[in-house]
């Protein structure tokens, strides 16, 4: 597909199936501009605990203007993987990219691709984070792996993407950088076909260190605590409840964070925490968390503004369909943890506000349930391109522009987290979200999958009811007012497994604990 051109497209267009595409509408740039981490509770449009003492006025302005979508997901929570989900439109396990150690294969279906050889000029700018040389652009300028936020390195097409030691490093912070140069190619492209420009931020992931100018910005406010900071584990099952208890992913009273933030590993000043009890060492975390990834956000927000007003003085607003959305959620305290990975809503949801002036009715959200593995199909519909048959999730270009559900629309989002015990020691685990009801099965098994460690754990369910329990701290699973829900939600992940030809036929480990334990 990489190597697609523009007849072998036309061909395409005639002979393959088309999923939602439409041809009256004249084809819209593409400003795609996603964050890294960025949680929906720290964009003040999507509304949470923190919106009292943080705003983001300019990513609000998007959702004032278009749709933001209230339960789109990530099947992946981690970085490279959901990556390589909204560039194929699959789940890891059919593209290849389970873990952050995976490698994108170079023919991997690729949207950017699609839009390169159905007429658009494509870029990227900024954080790429897939182990392969970006494909699928015309122009591409980022910064290798995770790159820094103080003076980074950037490579750029045409400059072996390869490390070295010593490179020229880029005066200023990355989070403006990326958005010069993406505003810099706007400005000085010269093509007559529409642009698909992807803006991806390095920021807000951690280590956090804030723009010099937003060094003292919330330094005297007290950030809100979140309720399932202080939750009670008791509930858990095993499979969940043990892992956390004396390992780094958490805040307190267990937290490698605490080391972190009290030591001068942080550009952004270590606190000092001698002398605080427990519980006081816990908030003075939090609050030192949130302070420097909130100065984080703010750079992000002032930069999406400065996009938007370059569209309005261009003339570009009106046919220019904008996306902010992250590869991932993160946590911000709740249930004591930093970090993602977990199935848990502030990790697994996304944000995604879009904004196409008289497609996507302005101030507009949806309850649909939506995923990554759709943002490809989406894209590729509004250009009036064809989705290919190997992308596994569907357009959601007709919930944008109407806000209604079509009638086959999902009604559940399948789950999977592969990194069994790497980093933050996150079991292995797969599960489903319906509207109401989540179910996890905590399998606890690495299955040789890359970067992970083999040392299986306690394998155990949890079943939430969000609409009693939103913020996940009553697993029910075990209720017997359960029970019936609870058969209906293995069934459907079953068929979601079988769906998404995620069958685990070549993993004896794992089908020997689902039949002890799926009952
Ligand atoms: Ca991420």
Redesign the pocket.
């Known amino acids: 597909m990489r190597f697609l051109t523009f007849l072998s497209l036309i061909v395409l267009l005639n002979s393959c199936e088309t999923k939602a595409t439409k041809t009256e509408h004249s084809r819209p740039n593409i400003v795609f501009i996603m964050a890294?981490?960025h949680a929906t509770n720290a964009i003040s449009a999507y509304g949470s605990h923190l919106t009292t003492v943080f705003k983001t006025p300019n990513i609000d302005r998007l959702a004032k203007e278009g749709m933001r979508m209230d339960r789109t997901y990530c099947v992946n929570a981690i970085?490279t993987p959901?990556r390589a989900s909204i560039l194929t439109g699959q789940y890891g396990h059919t593209n290849g990219v389970k873990t952050l150690s995976d490698a994108i294969p170079p023919d991997a279906v690729n949207v950017a691709d699609l839009l390169r050889a159905g007429g658009y000029e494509t870029a990227l700018f900024g954080k790429w984070h897939l182990k392969t040389e970006p494909f699928g652009f015309d122009y591409w300028k980022v910064a290798q792996g995770q790159g820094s936020y103080y003076n980074p390195v950037f490579k750029e097409i045409g400059i072996p993407y390869i490390v070295k030691k010593d490179e020229q490093k880029t005066m200023g912070y990355y989070t403006d950088l990326v958005t010069d140069y993406a505003l810099d190619w706007l400005i000085k492209r010269k093509s007559d076909k529409p642009f698909a420009l992807f803006l991806h931020h390095k920021a807000p992931?951690g280590r956090w260190e804030p723009a010099k100018r937003h060094l003292d910005f919330l330094s005297n406010v007290e950030i809100p605590e979140p309720a399932s900071l202080w939750e009670d584990f008791s509930h858990r099952s095993e499979a969940s409840r043990t892992f956390g208890t004396s390992i780094s992913h958490r805040l307190a009273p267990r937290r490698n964070m605490i080391d972190d933030v009290s030591s001068k590993k942080w550009n952004a000043g270590p606190i000092d925490i001698s002398g605080l009890n427990e519980k006081e060492q816990t908030q003075a975390v939090y609050q030192k968390y949130l302070k420097d990834y909130l100065r984080c956000v703010k750079a992000v927000d002032e930069n999406v503004g400065r996009v938007l007003d370059y569209l309005d003085q261009a003339g570009l607003t009106e046919n220019t369909l904008v996306v902010y959305t992250s590869?991932?959620g993160m946590f911000l305290g709740e249930h004591d943890y930093f970090d993602?990975r977990w199935i848990f809503e502030e990790a697994f949801r996304m944000p995604f506000i879009a904004r196409l002036p008289g497609e996507i009715p302005a101030g507009s959200n949806t309850q649909a349930l939506c995923a990554n593995i759709d943002f490809a199909p989406t894209l590729l519909s509004f250009a009036n391109l064809p989705v290919p048959d190997v992308m596994q999730g569907k357009s959601f270009r007709d919930i944008l522009e109407t806000g209604k559900k079509p009638d086959d629309w999902r009604t559940s989002v399948y789950y999977r987290y592969w990194m069994h015990l790497a980093h933050h020691q996150i079991p292995g685990h797969y599960g489903v979200r319906t509207d109401r009801y989540k179910l996890v099965f905590f399998y606890g098994l690495s299955l040789g999958s890359s970067g992970s460690i083999d040392k299986p754990t306690p394998p155990g369910w949890e079943l939430y009811d969000l609409q009693n329990d939103p913020t996940e701290v009553n697993n029910v699973y075990n209720h017997p007012e359960y029970n019936e829900v609870t058969k209906k939600l293995k069934l459907e992940l079953l068929r979601l497994k079988a769906e998404y030809n995620d069958s685990d036929d070549v993993y004896p480990d794992l089908q020997k604990v689902v039949t002890e334990y799926w009952d």
Do not use: A, L
Request: charged share 50%; glycine share 0%.
């Open positions: 890294d981490d970085c959901s992931h590869d991932q993602k």
